[in-house]
């Protein structure tokens, strides 16, 4: 089955830091991959998204690659501020026809530090 | 309001008891969605559909009841809350082709 792998952290850095957080996944045929992010005591929002291979989907700083060759989909921007401090989704959605469902990742906790 | 929005937005509940947890969107989506968020496991599909009077199982439907009689409305009941349904619920929906899902602000539920 599709299943999407990240760490759950919490992940802290120093504003203006570079970030980087790690998504791998196992789906069958090609699937479309996802970045959300959940704010405090908020639902989860669309980031960014890529829906073929060498894709790049990118949105307010953050941007993340479809790499088909390792299987992976890793978000990253070049200097995080304490606005960013949010939980992040990968998700994936697989291609076929009709409606498919959307398997998230467990979450990973960002904390940025003044 | 133009949106997707949840109500409750806090509730405690003693096991045993019926709850209801309501959803409501006005984009005329086709499809909503109710997921539950507990730490370590990210969110789990509890039950989707697809039109009016069409839904479907998800990965964790044990315990919930839900049904669709108007587009916009997709009300999620626990028939007999128990602890293990102690967590936050999210409601999303999302229209046919490109099918991106958008949430609302989630009610975190809480059984004694």
Request: charged residues 20%.
């Amino acid at each position: 089955g599709n299943s999407v792998t990240q760490m759950e952290g919490p992940v802290t850095l120093s504003e203006e830091a570079f970030l980087t957080i790690n998504c791998t996944y196992t789906a069958t045929g090609y699937p479309s991959l996802f970045w959300y992010v959940q704010y405090p005591g908020e639902g989860l929002q669309l980031l960014l998204k890529a829906t073929k291979a060498d894709d790049k989907g990118s949105n307010k700083g953050f941007e993340a690659t479809y790499r088909k060759e390792t299987t992976s989909f890793h978000l990253e921007k070049g200097s995080v501020q304490v606005s960013d401090s949010a939980v992040y989704f990968c998700a994936l959605r697989r291609n076929s026809g009709g409606y498919q469902k959307v398997t998230f990742g467990i979450g990973t906790k960002l904390q940025v530090i003044p | 309001d133009a949106g997707i929005t949840q109500s409750p937005r806090y509730k405690i509940t003693e096991t045993g008891r019926q709850v209801t947890l309501m959803c409501h969107q006005t984009w005329s989506h086709s499809y909503m969605f109710w997921y539950r968020q507990d730490l370590g496991h990210g969110l789990r599909l509890i039950y989707y559909s697809a039109a009016a009077d069409i839904t479907d199982k998800g990965e964790v439907p044990d315990g919930y009841v839900v049904s669709r009689s108007k587009t916009e409305n997709f009300p999620l009941t626990l028939e007999s809350a128990t602890r293990s349904q102690t967590s936050v619920y999210f409601c999303a929906s999302s229209s046919d082709v490109p099918y991106e899902q958008y949430f609302g602000p989630g009610t975190r539920l809480t059984v004694t």
